[in-house]
């Protein structure tokens, strides 16, 4: 009792690669999911997480986490960090994102009442997001055509 439970390194690289899941790993190893993800940091087998502060510079209220403009903002994060966005929530977060920079808009967003559209005042907030999910597509669209 009290003893730490090891978790071999090469055993849970191979395990990892073979498709296990979290919860199959902390089984395996006799461990919770939250050494599993730990063990999984500390040998370089996690994904990077994802940051959209840029994107979402606001303190969202709970309420609007999950609204459109929410979504778009975060898909568009994401895709400017090189993150896998199935092309469907691509599509929809450019379309949205070009309607409102086509049309000089920007988005701004209040505690109390969520998103809003308002006229863009110089570089606009949705273009710089726009912006850098673009050329992270130009650049992934390239490496592609030269592979």
Known sequence: MGRKAHIDREEL?????????NAELAAHFGVTESGILQAKRLAGLAKPMMDHGRALPWKL????????????????????????????KINTALRWARRLTDSGLD????????????????????ETVLTAALSAL??????EGRG
Do not use: K, M, W
């Open 61 to 88: 209220n709970r309420a609007h986490n999950q609204s459109g403009p929410a979504t778009n903002l975060r898909n568009l994060s994401a895709i400017a960090q090189g993150g896998q966005v199935p092309q469907t």
């Open 138 to 143: 130009h650049e992934h669209e390239h490496e």
């Open 13 to 21: 690289r191979r395990l990892v690669a073979s498709g296990r899941s």
């Open 107 to 126: 988005v701004g967003y209040s505690y109390e009442d969520g998103f809003y559209e308002r006229p863009a005042e110089g570089t606009s907030h949705i």
